[in-house]
């Protein structure tokens, strides 16, 4: 399995660029980088994912370096409610597409 | 973004007897759900992958008696803890993928609390 490395936990100032970064050295070529953020006691959200461009959409963007054994998140202005613990994961591209939780980046935006 | 929804949110039930938790999706048809749980301060453990019309693939460690799921349709699939003991207690979340193929985006339910007394 392509695992992934986050840190533990980050705080964020309200209004400034939250930048959750994501290690995933072992990725294979047709593997896709996902991000969820999970807030207390619900299902994760889907935030966004990609392959090998950069993306982006209303909630966020995904940086993705050339060599795909990295990424980033980023929330453009984060807000009180983006705290959250924030999962990066690579699906596997084989039988099933399971998704597979590591531990994620506890984010605490800080008023 | 697609829904998935879970039904019951939380659910008490006595040692010993089976509780049934459903998660269906609401507007896109699923072939592949997939159920996790979840202790406390802990990440999403995956315990099976249901796929429609064909026996669950259960993560090695869980009980296939215990937990018993079955993918009746394309928007329905259903975890059913039997015999349940207090240390079944947890989060239980599903999610169902809108395709087949790795860049198929997945979508969770909102979870579902189970606690044995």
């Known amino acids: 399995d392509a695992k992934t490395t986050q840190p533990t936990s980050m705080d964020c100032a309200e209004g400034r660029a939250a930048n959750l970064p994501c290690n995933h050295s072992?990725?294979?070529?047709?593997?896709?980088v996902y991000w969820y953020r999970q807030i207390h006691s619900q299902g994760p959200q889907y935030i966004i994912h990609g392959l090998k461009n950069n993306e982006t959409n209303e909630m966020a963007s995904l940086i993705i370096t050339e060599d795909r054994k990295s990424s980033t998140l980023i929330l453009p202005h984060a807000t009180l409610r983006d705290t959250a613990v924030y999962y990066c994961?690579?699906?596997?591209?084989?039988?099933?597409?399971?998704?597979?939780f590591g531990t994620g980046t506890s984010l605490t935006v800080i008023p | 973004g697609a829904v998935v929804s879970q039904h019951p949110s939380w659910v008490i039930c006595k040692s010993g007897t089976s509780v049934k938790i459903e998660c269906r999706s609401l507007d896109f048809q699923a072939t592949t759900m997939f159920w996790y749980r979840q202790f406390p301060k802990q990440s999403l453990m995956l315990m099976a992958t249901?796929?429609?019309?064909?026996?669950?693939?259960?993560e090695q460690g869980v009980e296939k008696d215990k937990f018993l799921i079955n993918h009746a349709s394309l928007t329905l699939s259903t975890l059913t803890v039997t015999s349940a003991h207090p240390e079944d207690s947890s989060f239980y979340i599903c999610?169902?993928?809108?395709?087949?193929?790795?860049?198929?985006?997945?979508?969770f339910g909102e979870g579902s609390w189970l606690t044995v007394v």
């Open positions: 072992t990725i294979s070529g047709n593997e896709y």
């Open positions: 999610s169902a993928s809108t395709g087949v193929n790795s860049g198929n985006t997945i979508y």
């Open positions: 994961i690579v699906r596997r591209s084989y039988t099933g597409n399971q998704f597979y």
């Open positions: 249901s796929n429609e019309g064909s026996k669950a693939t259960y």
